[in-house]
């Protein structure tokens, strides 16, 4: 049972509703499949039961155990699949986005080091550097943010909500030409993509930040 390409498709931008389908329907298949439509959870029991565990099997766990909302479980999960293989670059960013979910300052610490792990293989994951600036944004460490959201652009420039988030971050920093530059690239490219909610939202921060 694999699911890594859904996680893949969520963490570039698939709708909730669509990647709850495809998870649904790759469920079903997965049931369909099965000797007398029987349904294998991969519980730690019956990966025992089933075969020696590899990566990907502890990978595929961690997934399920995060979308009941067991993240301590999913942690668990993603640590097993490390150990197998520390070069799995998902096990480092989907672990760090289940810290988050904790809500816990101190886990918060450990995701970025995740985050970072995770770009060290690959640093061309431009929603790993999206999510680690969210973490330095929740954190406090607005010039780490920035750092990451100039990153993910250099990849995708084309990004609007970086633009956003960046000027938010800059506001925050009382960078406010910094800012303002951003906002109206933000505005620019959510005009250009139809989304009228958000540019209009962009366009009320940079009117914000003129006011002062």
Known sequence: MKFNHIILASLIGVS??????QVATAKLKYAIATPNNQRYQLNSQKLKQLKTPDANDYLDQGLDQYEK???PEAIADYTAAL???????????LRAIARSRLE?????YDAIADYTAALRINPQLTKVYYLRG??????GYYQEAIADYTAALKIN???AELYDFRGKVNARLGANRDAMADFQQAANLFQQQGNRE????????LR???EL
């Open 83 to 93: 150990k197998i293989n520390p070069l799995l670059v998902q096990a480092y960013y």
């Open 16 to 21: 909730t509703a669509l990647l709850h389908s």
């Open 198 to 205: 958000l540019y209009e939202k962009a366009l009320e921060s």
């Open 69 to 71: 909302g067991n993240y």
């Open 157 to 159: 420039p084309h990004n």
């Open 134 to 139: 969210n973490t330095h944004t929740r954190l």
């Open 104 to 108: 816990d300052h101190r886990e918060d």
């Open 208 to 210: 914000r930040i003129q």
